[in-house]
């Protein structure tokens, strides 16, 4: 099995990168053949990346999120999944190339950082541990995407208002369409962020005895999630709509990955799992 | 193929010397009367604002193009048009121009798709008008499977090649549906109307008609099941619009910036779409600089139609492919219509000595006998003639070589034609 493992490892970075060519091609190309072709191959990619996960959990006894490259390898395979869902169910197939990219740069730092780890603290082999990591992952995987289709919305806008009728122009959905896949996707970031952080609150004081409110993770994870939810709030009650709430998703983003840096620049947590 | 042709389009004269040769459908109908009686066996006659065109099957092979343009002039009293302002076409290149036209590569607006419609109608006419024989109706409905294959199988009528249609096709990448939207239409006017026409195919969910002239707006709102609202109040309602179409005959801005960063502000800044159709322009451009208002003139609309075009052009190529494809399939049925009175020629000759030989035995054997005889050269016959017709009929199907069958057919004929056995042997 752990030979598997090693093969599918090298071969993911290479199928995302396999998807991301299909997808760009067909952003600039617009053939019709490639249009069912990219789904397809998209599809069969998640499937062998679970089989990875599984493979792994089972060979090494733990599931692959307790180190940082563990992570990256369920975080591209998050985005990736849930783009298949976006793709799925809003039938916008012209964006794919900008959001599989995130799942390329995620599991190749993944494949060529992840070691074999099978001794891990029984700490980590909890199952509140496995669904605060999901859920924080899918949170984060949520707002990438809206990011992605936020910044999509800025190129976009940019166009109509400066009468650049181009390819892009072209080959991008409308706006309305644009705001609302990155709504949605903060919206369903937001709220696995929030379980993330509840069951976070709940079991972290059990998991471990140094735990501390002022740890820097927590603090960081905190102030992401004050501000996607002080931006939703306001759209809902405000009425933030249009350029404004995209640039505030960018924003948003930008700062998490900031904060998520500082966090791990700061060292010193109890909040690492494995360093 | 004996087919001819003559036309007066865009290419060769101006739209006044057009106008002055349109057919109407009852003029249409008293020419073909004069070319059935005079030049034509079969044809069409098609008029459009672009074009008017005379095609058919001559009564007299030698019949010169530039009578049916001479009957032309003569019927619709036009004086100031010569000869020069018509193209003529014979046999294959006949066929092509048809197939041109109906594919819409020929039209003024490349790849319209109103010329198909209307070539239908002209070949529907001629049909009604008992003035389409076999040939002319297999011509006819290549025609109209030309036209069909090219809108389906190229992109040669994709994009907006209209300004009010360019419109649209911006608006379509600002608002995922038009079901929830409304939308004002201010302009009554051939342009507000075919914008108008346009967001309603569309699905606009609530249209808007404001012209200075009520009953004209009442007209088109009727047309496009909308409402009116009155052009003097029409800034007091604008902010309840998601999409202004302006295309008014006014001399000088009818909204102005502050109009417009009114309405946005009353909009509470949701998104607004501002199309300018008009010549002069309606609306201060300057609005374009506000967040969340977009706007279009005349101007920036051309640059999408000019890619639409470049786009179209693109596809010409294409287009010729499915007209030769079906250029090929039309003369190869055509061809084969040649070559079966010659194989009946063949055959008739092989069984009349098949007959006379019988004849010489019917006395000189059994009755049995003379009937297994007779099934027994029927056989035989059969089989001798069984590859030269199907080789016969290959060369007819494989397309548009024509001297090819002429040649074939000259030889079969005169090596099986029955000669009188007094006539002396022609040598060449």
């Given at each position: 099995?752990?030979?598997?493992?090693?093969?599918?490892?090298?071969?993911?970075?290479?199928?995302?990168?396999?998807?991301?060519?299909?997808?760009?091609?067909?952003?600039?190309?617009?053939?019709?053949?490639?249009?069912?072709?990219?789904?397809?191959?998209?599809?069969?990619?998640?499937?062998?990346?679970?089989?990875?996960?599984?493979?792994?959990?089972?060979?090494?006894?733990?599931?692959?999120?307790?180190?940082?490259?563990?992570?990256?390898?369920?975080?591209?395979?998050?985005?990736?999944?849930?783009?298949?869902?976006?793709?799925?169910?809003?039938?916008?197939?012209?964006?794919?190339?900008?959001?599989?990219?995130?799942?390329?740069?995620?599991?190749?730092?993944?494949?060529?950082?992840?070691?074999?780890?099978?001794?891990?603290?029984?700490?980590?082999?909890?199952?509140?541990?496995?669904?605060?990591?999901?859920?924080?992952?899918?949170?984060?995987?949520?707002?990438?995407?809206?990011?992605?289709?936020?910044?999509?919305?800025?190129?976009?806008?940019?166009?109509?208002?400066?009468?650049?009728?181009?390819?892009?122009?072209?080959?991008?959905?409308?706006?309305?369409?644009?705001?609302?896949?990155?709504?949605?996707?903060?919206?369903?970031?937001?709220?696995?962020?929030?379980?993330?952080?509840?069951?976070?609150?709940?079991?972290?004081?059990?998991?471990?005895?140094?735990?501390?409110?002022?740890?820097?993770?927590?603090?960081?994870?905190?102030?992401?999630?004050?501000?996607?939810?002080?931006?939703?709030?306001?759209?809902?009650?405000?009425?933030?709509?249009?350029?404004?709430?995209?640039?505030?998703?960018?924003?948003?983003?930008?700062?998490?990955?900031?904060?998520?840096?500082?966090?791990?620049?700061?060292?010193?947590?109890?909040?690492?799992?494995?360093? | 193929?004996?087919?001819?042709?003559?036309?007066?389009?865009?290419?060769?004269?101006?739209?006044?010397?057009?106008?002055?040769?349109?057919?109407?459908?009852?003029?249409?109908?008293?020419?073909?009367?004069?070319?059935?009686?005079?030049?034509?066996?079969?044809?069409?006659?098609?008029?459009?604002?672009?074009?008017?065109?005379?095609?058919?099957?001559?009564?007299?092979?030698?019949?010169?193009?530039?009578?049916?343009?001479?009957?032309?002039?003569?019927?619709?009293?036009?004086?100031?048009?010569?000869?020069?302002?018509?193209?003529?076409?014979?046999?294959c290149?006949?066929?092509?121009?048809?197939?041109?036209?109906?594919?819409?590569?020929?039209?003024?607006?490349?790849?319209?798709?109103?010329?198909?419609?209307?070539?239908?109608?002209?070949?529907?006419?001629?049909?009604?008008?008992?003035?389409?024989?076999?040939?002319?109706?297999?011509?006819?409905?290549?025609?109209?499977?030309?036209?069909?294959?090219?809108?389906?199988?190229?992109?040669?009528?994709?994009?907006?090649?209209?300004?009010?249609?360019?419109?649209?096709?911006?608006?379509?990448?600002?608002?995922?549906?038009?079901?929830?939207?409304?939308?004002?239409?201010?302009?009554?006017?051939?342009?507000?109307?075919?914008?108008?026409?346009?967001?309603?195919?569309?699905?606009?969910?609530?249209?808007?008609?404001?012209?200075?002239?009520?009953?004209?707006?009442?007209?088109?709102?009727?047309?496009?099941?909308?409402?009116?609202?009155?052009?003097?109040?029409?800034?007091?309602?604008?902010?309840?619009?998601?999409?202004?179409?302006?295309?008014?005959?006014?001399?000088?801005?009818?909204?102005?910036?502050?109009?417009?960063?009114?309405?946005?502000?009353?909009?509470?800044?949701?998104?607004?779409?501002?199309?300018?159709?008009?010549?002069?322009?309606?609306?201060?451009?300057?609005?374009?600089?506000?967040?969340?208002?977009?706007?279009?003139?005349?101007?920036?609309?051309?640059?999408?139609?000019?890619?639409?075009?470049?786009?179209?052009?693109?596809?010409?190529?294409?287009?010729?492919?499915?007209?030769l494809d079906e250029m090929q399939n039309l003369f190869a049925w055509y061809n084969t219509l040649e070559v079966?009175?010659t194989i009946?020629?063949?055959?008739?000759?092989?069984?009349?000595?098949?007959?006379?030989?019988?004849?010489?035995?019917?006395?000189?054997?059994?009755?049995?006998?003379?009937?297994?005889?007779?099934?027994?050269?029927?056989?035989?016959?059969?089989?001798?003639?069984?590859?030269p017709t199907i080789r016969l009929r290959n060369v007819a199907e494989s397309g548009l070589n024509y001297q090819e069958v002429a040649n074939y057919t000259?030889?079969?004929?005169?090596?099986?034609?029955?000669?009188?056995?007094?006539?002396?042997?022609?040598?060449?």
């Open positions: 099995m752990l030979e598997t493992i090693r093969i599918l490892n090298t071969t993911l970075p290479a199928l995302y990168l396999a998807i991301f060519a299909v997808y760009l091609i067909d952003f600039f190309k617009d053939k019709p053949a490639l249009h069912n072709i990219k789904r397809i191959f998209l599809f069969v990619t998640l499937i062998i990346h679970t089989a990875y996960l599984l493979f792994w959990t089972i060979h090494f006894d733990h599931p692959p999120i307790t180190t940082k490259f563990e992570i990256f390898t369920v975080l591209a395979f998050s985005v990736a999944f849930s783009y298949f869902l976006i793709e799925l169910s809003s039938d916008i197939r012209a964006t794919g190339a900008f959001i599989i990219l995130f799942s390329l740069i995620f599991q190749a730092i993944s494949s060529l950082f992840i070691e074999d780890l099978i001794d891990v603290p029984e700490v980590l082999r909890n199952r509140l541990l496995g669904l605060h990591v999901i859920s924080a992952l899918l949170g984060y995987a949520g707002i990438t995407i809206s990011a992605v289709y936020s910044m999509l919305f800025t190129i976009q806008y940019k166009r109509i208002k400066l009468n650049q009728f181009g390819l892009v122009f072209n080959r991008l959905p409308s706006l309305e369409m644009l705001e609302k896949l990155s709504v949605n996707s903060i919206i369903v970031g937001f709220a696995l962020l929030t379980i993330a952080i509840v069951i976070g609150t709940v079991w972290l004081p059990q998991a471990f005895p140094d735990f501390s409110l002022l740890d820097p993770k927590l603090l960081t994870t905190g102030a992401v999630w004050l501000i996607y939810g002080s931006g939703l709030a306001v759209r809902f009650t405000s009425g933030l709509y249009g350029k404004k709430f995209m640039t505030f998703s960018v924003i948003g983003f930008v700062a998490a990955i900031v904060a998520l840096a500082a966090s791990g620049i700061m060292g010193s947590s109890f909040h690492q799992f494995n360093k | 193929m004996n087919i001819i042709g003559t036309t007066i389009n865009h290419h060769t004269a101006s739209i006044e010397q057009r106008e002055a040769l349109h057919l109407s459908k009852n003029e249409i109908t008293g020419f073909i009367d004069i070319l059935r009686r005079e030049y034509l066996s079969d044809g069409f006659v098609i008029s459009t604002c672009n074009r008017t065109e005379i095609f058919g099957l001559p009564m007299d092979n030698d019949l010169n193009v530039a009578k049916l343009q001479d009957a032309l002039l003569e019927f619709k009293q036009v004086d100031g048009l010569s000869n020069k302002n018509f193209l003529n076409f014979f046999s290149g006949a066929i092509k121009h048809i197939f041109s036209v109906t594919s819409g590569i020929d039209s003024l607006i490349l790849g319209d798709s109103q010329i198909h419609g209307q070539m239908k109608e002209a070949f529907q006419l001629s049909v009604d008008m008992n003035f389409a024989g076999t040939v002319m109706r297999r011509i006819f409905d290549t025609a109209v499977k030309v036209g069909k294959r090219s809108i389906s199988e190229t992109g040669i009528g994709e994009g907006a090649v209209s300004v009010s249609y360019a419109a649209i096709q911006v608006v379509e990448k600002i608002f995922s549906s038009f079901e929830n939207r409304s939308a004002i239409v201010i302009g009554a006017g051939e342009t507000g109307e075919l914008a108008a026409m346009h967001l309603k195919d569309k699905g606009i969910g609530k249209i808007t008609i404001s012209n200075r002239t009520l009953s004209k707006a009442e007209e088109l709102a009727r047309k496009v099941h909308g409402e009116i609202i009155h052009f003097d109040d029409l800034k007091d309602y604008l902010h309840n619009f998601d999409i202004i179409v302006s295309a008014t005959a006014a001399p000088g801005y009818i909204l102005g910036y502050d109009d417009i960063k009114t309405v946005v502000k009353r909009r509470r800044g949701n998104t607004i779409c501002l199309m300018d159709l008009a010549l002069p322009r309606d609306i201060d451009p300057a609005v374009a600089k506000l967040d969340g208002v977009f706007y279009n003139d005349i101007d920036s609309l051309g640059s999408i139609i000019d890619q639409n075009i470049k786009r179209r052009e693109k596809e010409i190529p294409a287009v010729e492919g499915i007209i079966i009175p009946k020629k063949i055959r008739d000759f092989f069984e009349d000595i098949r007959q006379e030989e019988i004849e010489k035995i019917r006395y000189k054997v059994h009755e049995e006998d003379l009937k297994k005889l007779d099934e027994m050269t029927k056989r035989l016959v059969g089989r001798l003639l069984h590859n000259s030889v079969i004929t005169s090596l099986f034609e029955p000669q009188n056995e007094n006539e002396p042997v022609k040598k060449s």
